[in-house]
């Protein structure tokens, strides 16, 4: 069934939603976004990612005309408008129409684009087995470009380290900062678990601030696992007893072979299962509902 989408205050069909040529968000990648998941009728971390949002804009000088109540309150009616219970939110805001020449003073005023849909899900195999991941030559930017913490509409970068590692046979793509510390993977951040520590990098090594990753750090606590930010090298993933990844779209996710050396045993570990069990009952039971309550 055709989508409604929700651009610019209205709710119109996925084929009458299009962009202006001119808009800066496709002429210069200059905008930004989240992606979002609805799990039966409830936002997961809805509110955090409406700060990321606001974050991400804030350091781009994009001042966005909505406030966090009405972004979420215009959320939760795309979902609405497509009678979804399950599903991933992606959410655009671009610069807006401007003329072509870099500057945005010509773009007037910033377009939000907001989709609601069904979301493809990683096959259940990825997660029995585990992911292959190859470290990728493209490094994440630092801290000298643009910041790696905003969540921008230009993802190239992180594109072709995806498709590099996707044609070296990973899964993921492991990114290393240009100090060639870990980072994290090409849409997931990576943790690894050493002899009962879970350790991931603090994400002033490049990695992006994710809010799974957050929620991470709340279930070591509800599962009395010590966690602990370490910069890492690949040596620590190689060496590792366990390692996983997490992302909105992954969730929780095994990995079991950097670089074709296996990570432990090669196979997802006992305390993996335990945080993507511990992940799914949360999803299940929190959120923003998307009825009211
Ligand atoms: N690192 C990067 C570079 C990401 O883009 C994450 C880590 C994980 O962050 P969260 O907050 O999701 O735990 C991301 C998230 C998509 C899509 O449609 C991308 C992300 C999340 C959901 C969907 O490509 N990136």
């Known amino acids: 069934m055709a989508l409604k989408i929700w651009y610019d205050g209205s709710l119109v069909d996925e084929a009458e939603a299009r962009v202006p040529v001119f808009d800066h968000g496709l002429l210069y990648g200059d905008g930004v976004f989240e992606g979002i998941r609805f799990y039966s009728g409830r936002v997961f971390r809805l ?7 606001f974050a991400s804009s804030k350091a781009i000088l994009l001042e966005l005309p909505w406030s966090r109540k ?3 309150e215009h959320i939760l009616e795309t979902i609405r408008a497509n009678n979804l219970q399950d599903g991933y939110v992606r959410l655009l805001v671009t610069r807006g129409v401007g003329t072509l020449g870099l500057s945005p003073e010509s773009c007037k005023r910033p377009s939000m684009i907001i ?6 899900l990683y096959p259940q195999s990825d997660y029995d087995v585990g992911l292959k991941v190859v470290t990728c030559v493209t490094r994440r930017p630092s801290h000298s470009s643009l910041s790696p913490q905003v969540k ?3 993802y190239l970068n992180n ?3 995806k498709v590099e590692a996707a044609r070296a046979g990973g899964r993921e793509g492991l990114m290393l900062n240009e100090q060639g510390y870990v980072a994290e993977c090409t849409g997931d951040n990576i943790f690894i678990v050493k002899n009962g520590l879970v350790c991931t990098p603090p994400v002033s090594d490049g990695g992006l601030d994710g809010i799974t990753r957050g929620v991470i750090f709340e279930l070591a606590k509800q599962l009395d696992v010590t966690i602990r930010e370490r910069t890492m090298t690949r040596f620590d993933i190689m060496t590792a007893h366990e390692c996983f990844l997490t992302g ?3 969730e929780v996710i095994p ?20 945080f993507i069990e511990a992940y799914r009952a949360l999803v299940r039971n929190s959120g923003t509902p998307i009825n009211g309550e």
């Not at 509110?47 to 949002?53: F, G, I, Q, S, W």
């Not at 990995?255 to 997802?268: C, F, K, M």
């Open 159 to 161: 594109v072709m380290a």
């Open 248 to 250: 909105t779209a992954a």
């Open 70 to 72: 009405e972004i979420i």
């Open 115 to 120: 989709i609601a849909a069904d979301i493809r």
């Open 255 to 274: 990995a079991v072979e950097l670089d074709h050396r296996p990570i432990g045993e090669g196979v997802p570990g006992p305390l993996t299962a335990r």
């Open 152 to 154: 921008s509409l230009n």
């Open 47 to 53: 509110p955090e990612h409406v700060d990321r949002l």
